[in-house]
């Protein structure tokens, strides 16, 4: 019976020792994809065509994309990001869920 109690003590206490050291690890690890998914993710909205902005941003299909791309073309390059408004079918919702998406250059 002894025994049974040692055995249960090291236990409990090797997995107190170690899963923190395991949990933190996890939390790192998630956090640095995290970080490089952003990075992947942004989209330059002068040279992105129809088909990228709406597989990239959120709540933009290909109409509204394909008004994008036509605004582009009739009145030229985007300054800001905040100039989508001007787009049809772009609203405030949608641009604040993408602007941090979204690249100018």
């Not at 236990?11 to 994809?33: E, G, K, R």
């Amino acid at each position: 019976m002894q025994q049974v109690k040692n055995f249960t003590k090291i236990l409990l206490l090797s997995f107190v020792t170690f899963f923190p050291l395991w949990h933190t690890s996890a939390i790192a690890s998630d956090s640095q994809n995290t970080a490089v998914e952003k990075v992947v993710s942004t989209i330059n909205i002068n040279t992105a065509s129809a088909q990228e902005l709406s597989e990239r941003l959120n709540g933009v299909g290909i109409k509204r994309a394909e008004s994008i791309v036509q605004y582009r073309q009739t009145h030229g390059d985007f300054s800001s990001v905040d100039q989508l408004i001007a787009v049809k079918g772009i609203g405030e919702k949608v641009l604040e869920k993408n602007k941090s998406l979204i690249v100018v250059k």
